[in-house]
């Protein structure tokens, strides 16, 4: 049979994801002194690696990434007192306070600022960054 090999599994090679989409929060970031003062609207998605199968079999809270936890974390960066003037900092911030949790091997951070203050007409702008535990900056 010819195709793809299957998706590897276990801690070292997960294939498996938990996925978190359009998290809206107001923080203060960016580059303009305006935008460190007066809350602006972004949005963070994220994908965390982590090894499900456990949590599979038991299914139990315990055994898993509890995502109301890393949703607290990323409001916590995105709506907290420090103000970063880039979304690659933010987001690099953001992926540092996930991989807090031992389970997570990778995670994923997109934000994009929803109300950029650009002279153009543009949805939004964004960064996504991949971070893991053996590139941890």
Do not use: C, N, W
């Not at 031992?102 to 991949?130: C, F, N, S, W």
């Amino acid at each position: 049979m010819t195709g793809s090999p299957p998706p590897e599994s276990g801690a070292a090679g997960t294939a498996d994801r938990i996925e978190l989409r359009g998290l809206r929060l107001l923080g203060t970031h960016g580059v303009l002194s305006e935008e460190q003062i007066r809350p602006q609207p972004f949005e963070v998605d994220l994908d965390l690696v982590v090894d499900t199968a456990t949590a599979g079999r038991s299914d139990q809270l315990e055994d898993t990434v509890d995502y109301a936890g890393v949703v607290e974390r990323v409001a916590a960066v995105v709506a907290g007192a420090r103000s970063f003037r880039l979304l690659e900092s933010l987001a690099d911030t953001i992926a540092s306070s996930v991989l807090e949790d031992a389970r997570v091997i990778e995670v994923t951070v997109v934000v994009r600022k929803l109300q950029p203050p650009l002279p153009a007409d543009i949805g939004t702008v964004g960064v996504r960054v991949t971070r893991s535990r053996d590139r941890r900056r």
